[in-house]
């Protein structure tokens, strides 16, 4: 039986067959030596010939591009600047074109660690204002003023030479070098007059926070050119109360700023986020010394510097502004710039006013300006903050009618004086600016502020009468603190600053607490709905007499204005609970700021401590509240409340649990020492 092909094999077969033909075909050509020599000795193929090469295309860029910089309204120049020991700091001057071919523009300096270029550089425009628009920068004051403006690097930052030390002390016990910012600003100013054509010699130097630190260290020992220095929200004493530490507790949320500023000079290593909210990933760590760890944070120096400092000694009081400055003569004049919502540096504005103010006698150098701000939101939108709104745009008000002539006055030829009040405060509750002759003054003329004690009493209630024996009224109020449950400082996600663009970070001081009045761990007094205004201008002082069945407590005092239950065209604002005032104390500093000591447990014990600087007013229908808490997470690192060494290595056994009692009993009595207005 045959068997079938199929039709594709076939035809493959017959492929096969004709390859085959022409193999066999080809070897006959070739003849008998070719067909019969051994498959090794066959010939190889020539090589193919290689491909033909193609030209090279050149380059499109050129080596060096030359901007034309057509239709600018200024020119940049971008020098390195020589210091007295050699190091040269990089600094962009930028030029109205206005002031080309005339020596009449003054100068206004800023010296910055935040990257010089960047700041000059907010939009790549044209025009000077667009340029500047950023931190740090008063565009209306700059551009409408027709001022050079100039900012440095710090030594160490970014384009600058040098080594960066984290608000590098002045020359002496903490600084044994030469130089120092005094130094730099002082040979900053003397190139700048001799080599800026424009100039007419005159500078005058201002700044945000860190920046303001500046302006400050520029009156110890001023170039004679230094005409005038607005220091605004200045960074002042990091201890006491402005970005590490208030009153002992650690503000662990810097943490992330002492990484990003010291990991590299250019700031290219930033702080990670491991939690969407900042509460867990404290928690999670346990202490701030072991998140410190876990981040690398121990490579760089101000951290290793606030690990070997947790107490106010030498290292902090030297170099705190406020007493540097304080023993130095008052050479220049100086408006220092407030926020009174300030969420970073509090603590700094008002310490330098107590402590230069007494020298101006006469001489009219010191100008004080509070406003109902953020940090550095007196070059923002002033309108409002938060859910509190001011009738108008307040920092618009500052810059152009209270910076503006300021700098004029002693910058620019032949302008006339300012009519600028020696203090000039925003009256918060009525919303209005005033005009002082100090402070506090509480108004123009006639007034005066005395302190009067706002007794925690009884029954969570506020009165202004001392409490009376009584045995049917309890002696104190109790809650218990448990540190595996922090009282957060807002409410939460504690959202990292990468996600919320720090909008809830600049507003939380002014964010309702009605959450924290709610909970068992926070002890509430309340007064009753007030019938008359009740106006403050000065320094509260907490005065609590507590006791803690611990060895070492935090005591948290917040001073809060509680709307009416209804407030007419504003809805959400009933019932508002506005902190006006609160800060945190640890207590193991009660007998010294710089020897820690155990607290005797169970043991009523006076605390008293200054809450920040208030100008407000308690309107009618509003009622006052105080809060006492012992935790304020994760803004403060969390106290243990059992005495150890050093809080930043407390190890997790070491949190326990405590019964706190807040005392209101005849010669154990809590207070707030109100400043407040006594008209005439």
């Known amino acids: 039986m045959g068997v079938e092909v199929s039709p594709s094999k076939r035809i493959c077969r017959l492929h096969t067959l004709n390859a085959l033909a022409a193999l066999a075909g080809a070897l006959l050509l070739a003849g008998p030596s070719a067909a019969q020599a051994p498959a090794a000795a066959v010939a190889a193929p020539a090589p193919s010939p290689p491909p033909a090469m193609y030209p090279a295309l050149s380059s499109e860029m050129p080596a060096n591009f030359v901007p034309t910089n057509d239709g600018f309204d200024y020119v940049r120049r971008e020098v390195m600047i020589p210091m007295r020991d050699g190091v040269k700091l990089h600094t962009v001057i930028l030029v109205p074109k206005a002031a080309l071919g ?219 502004v406020d007493k540097v400055l304080a023993a130095l003569p008052l050479k220049v004049p100086v408006m220092l710039v407030h926020s009174l919502w300030d969420q970073e540096d509090i603590y700094g504005a008002p310490a330098v006013y107590k402590a230069i103010k007494p020298k101006d006698k006469g001489q009219d150098k010191v100008f004080l300006v509070m406003g109902p701000w953020h940090h550095g939101q007196e070059i923002r939108e002033g309108s409002a903050l938060g859910a509190i709104k001011f009738d108008s745009d307040t920092s618009l008000t500052f810059r152009r009618e209270i910076l503006r002539p300021f700098l004029d006055q002693y910058l620019v030829d032949g302008a006339p004086k300012a009519d600028i009040a020696p203090v000039t405060a925003f009256e918060t509750g009525t919303n209005t600016w005033r005009r002082l002759p100090a402070w506090p003054a509480g108004c123009a003329k006639g007034c005066t ?113 509680v709307y009416p239950d209804e407030v007419a065209g504003q809805p959400a604002m009933g019932g508002y609970q506005l902190a006006v005032s609160m800060d945190i104390f640890r207590g193991r500093y009660r007998e010294s700021l710089e020897t820690p000591k155990a607290i005797a447990a169970d043991k009523p014990l006076p605390y008293r401590f200054a809450l920040p600087t208030v100008n407000h007013v308690f309107l009618p229908g509003h009622r006052v509240m105080v809060q006492v808490q012992s935790s304020w997470f994760p803004l403060y690192d969390r106290n243990p409340q059992s005495f150890v060494p050093n809080i930043f290595w407390a190890k997790p056994a070491d949190y326990r649990k405590a019964t706190q009692r807040i005392y209101h009993a005849p010669g154990q009595a809590s207070f707030i020492e109100l400043p407040l207005v006594r008209t005439p």
Request: no cysteine; glycine share 8%.
């Open 102 to 320: 005339a020596k009449a523009a003054p100068i206004l300096l800023t010296r910055t660690p935040y990257d010089a270029d960047k700041l000059t550089r907010h939009f790549d425009s044209a025009h000077l204002g667009p340029s500047l628009d950023g931190y740090d920068n008063p565009v209306e004051t700059i551009v409408e003023g027709g001022y050079i403006r100039v900012v440095q690097d710090v030594r160490g930052k970014h384009g600058s030479e040098g080594d960066y030390v984290m608000n590098r002390p002045v020359h002496g016990p903490q600084n044994p070098t030469p130089v120092d910012h005094a130094t730099d600003t002082y040979d900053t100013i003397d190139w700048l007059v001799k080599n800026v054509p424009e100039s007419n010699g005159k500078v005058g130097i201002l700044g945000i926070s860190y920046d303001g630190f500046l302006p400050l260290m520029a009156l110890v020992n001023p170039h004679p050119a230094l005409k005038v220095a607005v220091p605004m929200n200045p960074m002042v004493d990091g201890w006491m109360g402005d970005d590490w530490f208030h009153n002992g507790a650690f503000r662990q949320l810097g943490m992330s700023y002492f990484y990003d500023q010291e990991a590299t000079r250019k700031s290219e290593k930033k702080w990670w986020t491991s939690h969407f909210d900042d509460y867990d990933t404290f928690m999670e760590a346990g202490s701030a010394g072991e998140l410190g760890r876990r981040r690398g944070l121990e490579q760089v120096g101000m951290w290793k510097k606030v690990l070997a400092h947790p107490s106010y000694d030498a290292f902090w009081r030297d170099q705190a």
């Open 449 to 561: 502020v005395k302190a009067t004690p706002l007794y925690l009493a009884s029954g969570s209630k506020l009165s202004f009468a001392a409490p009376k024996s009584d045995a049917s009224e309890q002696a104190f109020d109790e809650y218990v603190s448990d540190p595996s449950r922090p009282v957060p400082f807002h409410a939460r996600p504690i959202v990292p600053e990468s996600f919320d663009k720090g909008q809830s970070w600049r507003e939380w001081l002014v964010t309702d607490q009605r959450e924290a009045s709610g909970r068992p761990d926070v002890a509430v007094f309340v007064s009753d709905v007030l019938a008359a205004p009740l106006k403050m201008s000065g320094e509260p002082i907490a005065n609590l007499v507590a006791s803690t069945s611990g060895t070492d407590s935090d005591w948290v005092v917040k001073l809060i204005d």
